[in-house]
């Protein structure tokens, strides 16, 4: 028995010998393995300029009292401060304001502050003097109405001669002077326009377009049919015409000359004084400037009512309450009608609106957009001030807006109008 003891206590130590064998076998193993991964991290570290230094601060002790910091300013980037100067007072007891389109001749007038509304129209007022009240009326375009003692009649450089043996008469449109008129204060697009009338008809003829001048030279030679039989009695008109990039055209002057009094025998060199034309009843209505353009893919007309200047102020009596009215017609039926909004106490009102219409392509050629400008009054009542018509069955600008709105589609293309009764 005491043997078997023994051998029971050796056999445990030995497993105690082989069990801390292994553990420190196994601790070093672990530890191998956590400075391998340490050294790893380093390089790492060392590639890419990572340091971690086990000080980064030094603590200090001191004993004596440590002063606050003071407070960093931002440099000065914008220079020295500017110069505070006194206060500047106007006295406005010798100045009244005083609106535009209701300026009088009479001295010491003025205008109360209750006739002005806070609304966005476009009416201009000025500063004058009550001594001398003088003020200036401005149009939509900024130009002023000035007098038309200063306005210079337009002078127009021609030349003429007749073939007899071909029965032509050949008309040369030289140059042009005086082009800066009040509705053309800068720089225009200036052409001539030559008329020739006898018992046989008329024939008409026009030069090209010379752009951003004051003084054209065309240099251009105009060509007309005519028998010598009938050109005693015939007349040659000659007039000179703007125009600007909504394609209005503007008459700055016109003159007739009888063929009687010219002498056609040889070749006439002379320069011509055009008068300024009349303002007709057509024109005193008014002007509307219109966008339109066509989507084909979506089939829809879409027309753009800017404003309206000009407009005959005798029509408009008290209240002015201005809206357009559009109405689209095929051939003779009236399809469809839309209005603008109300331009309430504007002489030249602005609407800025978008209008679509639903058309097929195929119906667009006999198709044709009908505009109605009117004024409402207190009773609600209608009142038409003027209209005009676009499309394939009229004339002069109103079948070249059409046709080219048909010939570029996708593309807005804006004109002036002018109302008539």
């Known amino acids: 028995m005491f043997i078997l003891t023994i051998i029971g206590t050796m056999v445990v130590l030995v497993s105690g010998c082989l069990l801390a064998f292994f553990c420190n076998c196994l601790k070093k193993q672990n530890w191998n393995s956590k400075s391998s991964a340490n050294k790893c991290l380093e390089s790492t570290a060392k590639e890419n300029n990572i340091l971690h230094t086990p000080q980064q601060f030094t603590v200090k002790k001191i004993m004596q009292s440590v002063q606050p910091r003071t407070w960093l300013t931002s440099p000065k980037i914008y220079g020295p401060k500017p110069m505070l100067t006194s206060l500047e007072f106007v006295s406005c007891r010798d100045y009244t304001l005083e609106r535009i389109d209701e300026c009088q001749p009479a001295q010491g007038e003025g205008t109360s502050f209750s006739s002005f509304t806070a609304d966005s129209s ?24 000035i007098s038309e003692d200063w306005i210079q009649d337009v002078r127009l450089h021609y030349g003429m ?14 140059e042009a002077e005086n082009i800066n008129t009040v509705d053309n204060m800068s720089l225009s697009d200036s052409y001539v326009v030559a008329a020739l009338i006898t ?7 026009e030069t090209s377009i010379q752009t951003k001048t004051l003084h054209p030279v065309w240099q251009e030679t105009l060509t007309f049919p005519a028998v010598e039989e009938h050109m005693q009695e015939g007349t040659l008109t000659l007039a000179v015409y703007t125009c600007d990039k909504y394609s209005r055209q ?12 010219v002498g056609l025998e040889e070749r006439t060199d002379s320069w011509i004084c055009l008068a300024f034309p009349s303002k007709d009843s057509v024109a005193m209505l008014g002007e509307v400037l219109l966008s339109i353009n066509y989507l084909p893919a979506a089939s829809r007309l879409i027309v753009v009512v800017m404003k309206a200047q000009h407009l005959n102020t005798e029509k408009l009596k008290d209240l002015i309450d201005l809206s357009i009215k559009l109405t ?25 609106e978008m209008i679509m219409f639903e058309v097929p392509y195929e119906m667009l050629c ?23 018509n676009l499309g394939m069955n009229y004339s002069d600008l109103e079948l070249s807006h059409w046709q ?17 009764a």
């Not at 009117?374 to 001030?385: A, I």
């Open 122 to 145: 476009e009416d201009l007022f000025v500063i004058s003097k009550t001594g001398a009240n003088v003020a200036a009326s401005l149009s939509d375009d900024g130009a002023s109405e």
């Open 161 to 174: 001669r007749y073939n007899r043996y071909k029965s032509e008469l050949y008309l040369t449109i030289i």
């Open 199 to 205: 018992k046989l008809g008329q024939a008409k003829a």
């Open 250 to 261: 503007n008459c700055l002057g016109e003159t007739q000359l009888k063929l009687s009094d």
């Open 328 to 352: 689209l017609m095929h051939q003779s039926v009236k399809l469809k009608r839309k209005h603008t909004r109300h331009a309430r106490r504007k002489i030249n009102p602005v609407w800025n």
């Open 366 to 388: 006999k198709s044709s957009l009908e505009l109605e400008l009117v004024n409402q009054d207190c009773t609600g009542q209608n009142h038409l001030l003027g209209k005009c």
């Open 404 to 420: 080219e709105m048909l010939t570029k589609p996708r593309k807005p293309i804006a004109m002036w109008h002018k109302l008539h």
